[in-house]
């Protein structure tokens, strides 16, 4: 099952970088038209900056889910520098376990949040809604809780297999 669950770990990531590759050159042309067109024809592309601004949520969002599977993701960890051996993967699986409930919830949050903007018809630019750009809160919240839950999994595994806390 852990391999398994490794190799899924791993299209994720496939997947999201991929889409942050391909985002970032996205933006990166956009801009750098969006600049050209000011500066020498004094127009510009009316939707450009409202979706440069929302791809910069969206790639901040994917990223914090790549950085939570390499455990690069910004956390306070005081008992993992004091602990050794056991402790400290236990430490890290009530850690990963208490972070993976906060995202969990984070993301129901975000959920209610886009389903509200739906329901009101907020749009970004023109007749586009706003959730269609926002929909990327609840699913990078569920992504990095998705990361810390395999996180947990493959800790626990770690620890059974070498023989429990007391060994």
């Known amino acids: 099952m852990i391999i398994y669950l490794e190799k899924i770990n791993g299209y994720i990531s496939k997947i999201e970088e991929w889409f942050l590759v391909s985002a970032t050159?996205?933006?990166?042309?956009?801009?750098?038209?969006?600049?050209?067109?000011?500066n020498l024809l004094d127009q510009g592309i009316l939707w450009a900056d409202p979706l440069l601004r929302h791809l910069v949520l969206w790639l901040g969002f994917i990223g914090a889910s790549l950085a939570t599977k390499d455990g690069k993701h910004i956390s306070i960890d005081v008992f993992g520098r004091l602990l050794k051996g056991k402790w400290k993967e236990i430490s890290a699986?009530?850690?990963?376990?208490?972070?993976?409930?906060?995202?969990?919830?984070?993301?129901?949050?975000?959920?209610r949040f886009v389903m509200e903007e739906k329901e009101f018809g907020t749009t970004v630019f023109g007749e586009t809604p706003a959730w269609f750009f926002?929909?990327?809160?609840?699913?990078?919240?569920?992504l990095i809780a998705l990361r810390f839950l395999i996180r947990i999994i493959l800790?626990?595994?770690?620890?059974?297999?070498?023989?429990?806390p007391n060994q």
Not at 134 to 142: A, K, V
């Open 25 to 38: 050159i996205f933006m990166i042309v956009l801009a750098f038209l969006q600049v050209l067109l000011r």
């Open 93 to 111: 699986i009530i850690i990963n376990v208490f972070a993976c409930f906060i995202t969990l919830y984070l993301a129901e949050a975000a959920w």
């Open 134 to 142: 926002q929909i990327i809160i609840p699913i990078g919240f569920g």
């Open 155 to 164: 800790s626990v595994s770690v620890l059974f297999k070498s023989g429990g």
